[in-house]
């Protein structure tokens, strides 16, 4: 009988003392909000509430206790978030390491 083929798989998470402060989805919504300059339109353009956006932004800055995004509330014109140097260093090296990893999944599954 042929031995079977497989693939690896799987997603890295980043974790403060247990907690998940940082996958996929949220580098994500953190490019986005660099991209947009906002929260609300991060949201919108990944089809969830402005309060879950805003929490994972708060989780993240508490996670890391340094701030990922830094917000000001607006007035007519609305708020402005900004992603912090720091927030774009963590983007990089989370990059990096997510494709060290998918390096070692290729590397490493049955051909």
Excluded: C
Aim: charged share 25%.
């Amino acid at each position: 009988m042929e031995t079977p083929l497989f693939k690896l798989n799987g997603r890295i998470w980043i974790e403060i003392d247990d907690d998940k402060v940082l996958g996929h989805g949220r580098v994500e919504l953190l490019e986005r909000i660099h991209a947009s300059g906002s929260i609300r339109q991060a949201a919108l353009q990944m089809k969830m509430s402005y309060k879950q956006a805003w929490d994972l932004v708060n989780h993240m800055n508490d996670g890391f206790k340094q701030p990922l995004v830094i917000s000001k509330r607006g007035g007519k014109g609305g708020g402005v978030a900004l992603l912090t140097p720091f927030g774009q260093e963590i983007i990089s090296q989370f990059k990096d390491l997510q494709q060290k990893f998918f390096h070692f999944l290729e590397e490493n599954s049955k051909k």
